[in-house]
């Protein structure tokens, strides 16, 4: 029953995403009583879009700002495993199920997922809600991962002519952009929000139910991303 046991975001302000990020995963360990140094795999997430800014190895940055595996490598150490996973608006998807696969093959007891975007420069414009998301994985975690699906088949052609340092994709006069289909089983939703803000929405939608759950997201090009939960 590989899956979640503990979550917790919170917008990023005016600290570096780093920072936001280490402040809420030694609260979430210290919160639910989890040792940090239980951790073996370090896996970050945001939302790939050319002109987003992300720190190349981010996962390896927070491991080492967290202190965890950093001791000398004998042949009876641990390793610590950190890298990066994004794949547009899907990337949170991609890197749970990466957790997933791997968790069982390890011999610590937890994966640890982050997300979170930033403001490019202080020039370019930003709709965008910043906000940093951390969970922890187990083999017994409450909320259950059940399955993922990814679909491409209705890929269209777009991409980003402006690579500019100072450009912003402006999708926000697109209305199916901004489409989010929420019922009581399928968190059916645009890729509006970015990696942090749609896993806190989310989770929070999904804290209080019970059952098996549907989380979907639409990449605006035309790609589909499915992970099925069951909240016990």
Same mark, same amino acid.
């Given at each position: 029953?590989?899956?979640?046991?503990?979550?917790?975001a919170?917008?990023?302000?005016?600290?570096s995403?780093?920072?936001?990020?280490?402040?809420?995963?030694?609260?979430?360990?210290?919160?639910?009583? #989890?040792? *940090?140094?239980?951790?073996?795999?370090?896996? =970050?997430?945001?939302?790939?879009?050319?002109?987003?800014?992300?720190e %190349?190895?981010?996962?390896?940055? #927070?491991?080492? /700002?967290?202190?965890?595996?950093l001791?000398?490598?004998?042949?009876s150490?641990?390793?610590?495993? /950190?890298? +990066?996973?994004?794949?547009? @608006?899907?990337g949170? =998807?991609?890197a749970?199920?990466a957790?997933?696969d791997?968790? %069982? +093959?390890?011999?610590?007891?937890?994966?640890?997922?982050?997300?979170?975007?930033?403001? %490019?420069?202080?020039?370019?414009?930003? /709709?965008?809600? %910043?906000?940093?998301?951390?969970?922890?994985?187990?083999?017994?975690?409450? *909320?259950?991962?059940?399955? /993922?699906?990814?679909?491409?088949?209705?890929?269209?052609?777009?991409?980003?002519?402006?690579?500019?340092?100072?450009?912003?994709? @402006?999708?926000?006069? +697109?209305?199916? @952009?901004?489409? =989010?289909?929420?019922? +009581?089983? =399928?968190?059916n939703s645009?890729?509006?929000?970015?990696?942090?803000?749609?896993?806190?929405?989310?989770?929070?939608?999904?804290?209080?139910?019970?059952?098996?759950?549907?989380?979907?997201?639409?990449?605006?090009?035309?790609?589909?991303?499915?992970?099925?939960?069951?909240?016990?």
């Amino acid at each position: 029953m590989v899956g979640i046991i503990a979550w917790k975001a919170k917008p990023i302000g005016k600290q570096s995403l780093l920072t936001s990020l280490k402040k809420i995963v030694k609260s979430l360990c210290l919160e639910n009583n #989890l040792n *940090i140094n239980d951790i073996g795999l370090i896996i =970050h997430t945001g939302t790939f879009r050319q002109n987003f800014r992300a720190e %190349p190895a981010f996962a390896t940055h #927070l491991q080492k /700002s967290l202190k965890i595996g950093l001791g000398m490598v004998t042949n009876s150490s641990e390793h610590v495993f /950190s890298f +990066d996973l994004m794949d547009g @608006n899907a990337g949170p =998807h991609q890197a749970i199920e990466a957790a997933i696969d791997f968790l %069982p +093959d390890l011999n610590s007891k937890y994966a640890l997922i982050t997300a979170g975007d930033v403001k %490019p420069n202080k020039k370019t414009k930003w /709709s965008h809600k %910043p906000i940093s998301f951390a969970c922890i994985i187990s083999k017994t975690g409450r *909320i259950e991962f059940l399955k /993922s699906e990814f679909d491409y088949s209705t890929q269209n052609d777009y991409k980003c002519e402006s690579k500019g340092w100072n450009i912003y994709e @402006n999708i926000d006069d +697109d209305a199916k @952009n901004k489409v =989010h289909n929420i019922s +009581d089983n =399928h968190f059916n939703s645009s890729s509006e929000w970015l990696a942090g803000e749609q896993m806190e929405k989310f989770f929070s939608w999904a804290e209080n139910k019970t059952g098996e759950l549907i989380h979907t997201i639409n990449d605006r090009s035309g790609r589909k991303s499915t992970v099925y939960w069951k909240v016990h």
